[in-house]
């Protein structure tokens, strides 16, 4: 991800969980404090495809991270994002409710007839009544804007339809075809 992985400890991983991506760190950026490690950019989702993430986002594993402004435009360079399900609510663990979360997958093409592919992005905003609070807040003096920020966690599905892998070990679909192949023994290689 560029010069942010230089100062992170050996044996980083980043998998934070979804209260802990609203709380720790998207809550963090509304309010303009500093986060540590801050390993998190800023990066305008849209122009981009999903697979054109790489080097640009946060990367762990097969998931990319990164904050973006919250827009309704959806349209990449070559396809767009469409929301699947209705938005879902992220409580902490004292049973809070501190976010939601949006679902959508990415479709090749124009809407609306694009192809389906199996890049997921999930799109984390902090919950209306945190919103409410930054709204009082501004008439105090602060000058937050919880509204304009989300943070993303994008990553591909693997093709049997199951749920993602965490462990960053999941096959690419051209991985599992070339694995799947049983006549091995028979390649003979150049000597």
Request: aromatic share 10%; proline share 6%.
């Given at each position: 991800m560029g010069d942010k992985n230089v100062n992170l400890p050996p044996g980083f991983r980043f998998c934070p969980t979804d209260e802990e991506l609203v709380v720790h760190f998207l809550h963090r950026k509304a309010e303009l404090l500093p986060c540590h490690p801050d390993?998190?950019?800023?990066?305008?989702?849209?122009?981009?495809?999903?697979?054109?993430?790489?080097?640009?986002?946060?990367?762990?594993g097969n998931k990319w991270y990164f904050y973006s402004r919250r827009t309704q435009n959806r349209i990449?360079?070559?396809?767009?994002?469409?929301?699947?399900?209705?938005?879902?609510?992220?409580?902490?663990?004292?049973?809070?409710?501190?976010?939601?979360?949006?679902?959508?997958?990415?479709y090749i093409g124009e809407p609306p007839e694009g192809v389906k592919t199996n890049w997921t992005l999930q799109e984390f905003r902090l919950s209306d009544s945190t919103s409410s609070s930054s709204r009082s807040s501004k008439r105090r003096g602060h000058s937050k804007d919880y509204s304009k920020w989300v943070v993303c966690?994008?990553?591909e599905r693997d093709c049997g339809g199951g749920d993602d892998?965490?462990?960053?070990?999941?096959?690419?679909?051209?991985?599992?075809?070339?694995?799947?192949?049983?006549?091995?023994?028979?390649?003979?290689?150049?000597?």
């Amino acid at each position: 991800m560029g010069d942010k992985n230089v100062n992170l400890p050996p044996g980083f991983r980043f998998c934070p969980t979804d209260e802990e991506l609203v709380v720790h760190f998207l809550h963090r950026k509304a309010e303009l404090l500093p986060c540590h490690p801050d390993v998190i950019p800023d990066l305008d989702l849209y122009p981009y495809d999903p697979w054109d993430l790489d080097g640009k986002a946060m990367a762990e594993g097969n998931k990319w991270y990164f904050y973006s402004r919250r827009t309704q435009n959806r349209i990449s360079n070559n396809g767009y994002w469409k929301q699947v399900d209705v938005d879902e609510p992220i409580f902490t663990s004292c049973s809070e409710k501190v976010g939601m979360k949006k679902h959508c997958v990415f479709y090749i093409g124009e809407p609306p007839e694009g192809v389906k592919t199996n890049w997921t992005l999930q799109e984390f905003r902090l919950s209306d009544s945190t919103s409410s609070s930054s709204r009082s807040s501004k008439r105090r003096g602060h000058s937050k804007d919880y509204s304009k920020w989300v943070v993303c966690r994008v990553y591909e599905r693997d093709c049997g339809g199951g749920d993602d892998v965490d462990d960053g070990t999941e096959l690419s679909c051209l991985d599992e075809a070339f694995l799947s192949l049983d006549d091995l023994d028979e390649i003979s290689l150049p000597d």
